[in-house]
């Protein structure tokens, strides 16, 4: 579903149905259900997001967490739980549009942010641990900007491959947003795994993961368990068969070996 403030021009509307559509599009419905809101305010984004999601008196809450993430440059979007919420004419769109692609970089923002927003919706609001959910985020980005026309994702790999030759970070080190590691390092290493992870256990596997990520959330929130603990290396077992050590140790031959897929 898509609500669009009444400011926001048809073309634009277009654009974004069409970003969105296409990553559903892509994944299939057992993607889960995700509503889109766009707005040219941030003020009305939140509001008819929070009167949809029936928390109203978060509003408060939801304004800093969002100002302050939509605050990096050329960011646009973020996510809640089943929604993502796209800030039309803001500062970081005006941004995109100066950025090398214009519309293109635009594109890569808004399906990568789509992604997001099932893994929330399926992993009922959790992104655990980063390099699965930005290398995840980043992976369906290119697969399906590529299955539209829009991307090369061989050259797109290829770029990815060799800007993770010179770090010396490993996916281990990336199972907390406070790493430290250079920025790119869960968006580029993270895109690697997860393509792995795609070639032998099937695309589908990595919804999968969201998916028993939030199956063994949704009891420890309901009796009011919040750490999630041991949650994701969990429900990574149960989507790919072996547990994340062992994952860490392949991931890392199949770095030695340059990257080839067999």
Not at 157 to 162: D, E, G, P, T, V
Not at 174 to 201: D, H, I, M
Request: aromatic fraction near 14%.
């Amino acid at each position: 579903m898509l609500r669009f403030g009444d400011d926001v021009q048809a073309s634009d509307r277009e654009f974004i149905q069409s970003a969105a559509s296409w990553t559903q599009r892509y994944w299939g419905q057992p993607a889960g259900s995700v509503t889109v809101y766009a707005y040219t305010t941030l003020d009305a984004l939140l509001y008819a997001f929070t009167q949809d999601c029936a928390c109203p008196s978060q509003l408060s809450t939801y304004l800093t967490l969002f100002r302050s993430e939509l605050a990096f440059p050329g960011h646009f979007t973020t996510t809640a739980q089943g929604a993502m919420l796209v800030w039309v004419y803001s500062e970081g769109w005006r941004q995109s549009d100066r950025m090398t692609g214009g519309a293109y970089d635009r594109l890569r923002h808004l399906t990568h942010t789509q992604f997001h927003s099932i893994q929330r919706a399926l992993g009922i609001g959790r992104t655990d641990p980063p390099w699965i959910a930005e290398g995840s985020a980043e992976y369906s980005m290119a697969r399906v900007m590529a299955a539209n026309g829009r991307m090369n994702f061989q050259a797109e790999r290829a770029s990815i491959a060799s800007e993770v030759a010179s770090m010396t970070t490993k996916l281990s080190d990336l199972e907390e947003r406070t790493f430290q590691a250079p920025v790119r390092a869960p968006y580029a290493l993270g895109f690697l795994a997860a393509e792995y992870l795609a070639s032998k256990y099937g695309e589908q596997s990595i919804l999968t993961y969201w998916r028993s990520l939030g199956a063994i959330l949704k009891p420890r929130y309901d009796r009011g368990d919040y750490a999630a603990v041991g949650a994701w290396q969990e429900a990574f077992g149960q989507a790919f068969g072996l547990p994340v050590a062992e994952f860490y140790r392949q991931f890392e031959m199949y770095r030695a070996g340059g990257f080839v897929l067999r």
